[in-house]
């Protein structure tokens, strides 16, 4: 086995980048579909695009202008990757900075350990890369969720939270008389939240107190700006936990309707409805039934 790439200070990157990585490892899930069912049908269905150009032995060289068209609407897990992109380099308004939830945590953690590190033609995934934008962002917010609950820090979550080489980690702990435990070394959450607000490239997590719950019209506003539109009503339903019949009782909204709506299907733009929608998630007004509107006007047939 090859010795994995030490963490390196982190390169400039984007959610943009983030998610269409997340692009190649749905193609790489598509790719095991393929190789351990034989039905190519399914895994077009799994992806929303044509797979003609593919085989198990063949990328095709412009396979990430194909993949481009592979809808993220469609994966629960591109909002969690867009939430995680939020809380691990602590970007975007406050309400964007805390939506990465313990249950976020959960799956995210499933999705590094077990999808697919491999894809069509052996092309490696991002997840293959731990320096790979998606990697280092999703580790990142796992190491973030580690300290937030006490759990020890690896050499490679401290580099990543601190914006440093593991080298340096390694010298800066040794300088100060820090010692690890255990295989991969570990140094305790108690030790490591002061050792990290003592280096200049940390960022604290942002922690919301009463007053800045996610009842405020205001914050939800940037989500409709950084995700489509199901999966922004998506997060704002988990973030008041509710499900799709709750919402349509408390915004008084036919179920069939909504529905349609979540689900990506034709429904009709009913501005009444729309704006108790908005309410009842707390959402700015106009913005949401903006949104809602625009999203609905494009899913008409032509």
Aim: hydrophobic share 45%; net charge negative.
């Amino acid at each position: 086995m090859e010795p994995r790439n030490l963490t390196a200070p982190r390169t400039a990157t984007d959610k943009t980048t983030v998610l269409n990585e997340f692009r190649e490892v749905i193609l790489g899930i598509a790719c095991l579909m393929v190789a351990t069912k034989g039905e190519v049908e399914l895994a077009e269905a799994y992806l929303g695009i044509s797979l003609d150009e593919f085989s198990l032995g063949m990328m095709p060289r412009d396979f990430r202008d194909i993949i481009a068209n592979v809808d993220l609407g469609k994966f629960h897990a591109a909002r969690q990757i867009s939430a995680a992109f939020d809380f691990a380099y602590q970007q975007g308004s406050a309400l964007a900075r805390t939506a990465f939830s313990n249950d976020d945590w959960n799956d995210i953690a499933l999705l590094v350990e077990s999808a697919s590190r491999c894809s069509f033609g052996g092309e490696p995934t991002p997840l293959a890369n731990e320096d790979s934008p998606l990697r280092r962002t999703l580790d990142m917010a796992i190491a973030r969720m580690r300290l937030k609950h006490g759990f020890a820090l690896t050499i490679r979550e401290l580099a990543l939270l601190a914006d440093i080489g593991e080298g340096a980690v390694r010298t800066a702990l040794s300088g100060e008389g820090i010692k690890t435990e255990g295989k991969p070394a570990k140094v305790s959450a108690e030790t490591a939240e002061p050792w990290l607000r003592r280096r200049r490239g940390f960022i604290p997590t942002l922690e919301l107190g009463d007053e800045g719950s996610a009842s405020s019209r205001t914050e939800p506003v940037s989500l409709f700006d950084e995700l489509p539109f199901e999966l922004a009503l998506q997060a704002l339903m988990e973030r008041q936990a509710l499900d799709t019949e709750m919402l349509a009782e408390k915004a008084a909204v036919p179920l069939p309707w909504l529905q349609r709506i979540i689900g990506g299907s034709h429904a009709e733009c009913d501005i009444a409805s729309l704006r108790q929608l908005a309410e009842a998630l707390s959402s700015d007004v106009p913005s949401f039934v903006g949104r809602a509107i625009e999203t609905l006007l494009r899913r008409e047939p032509r």
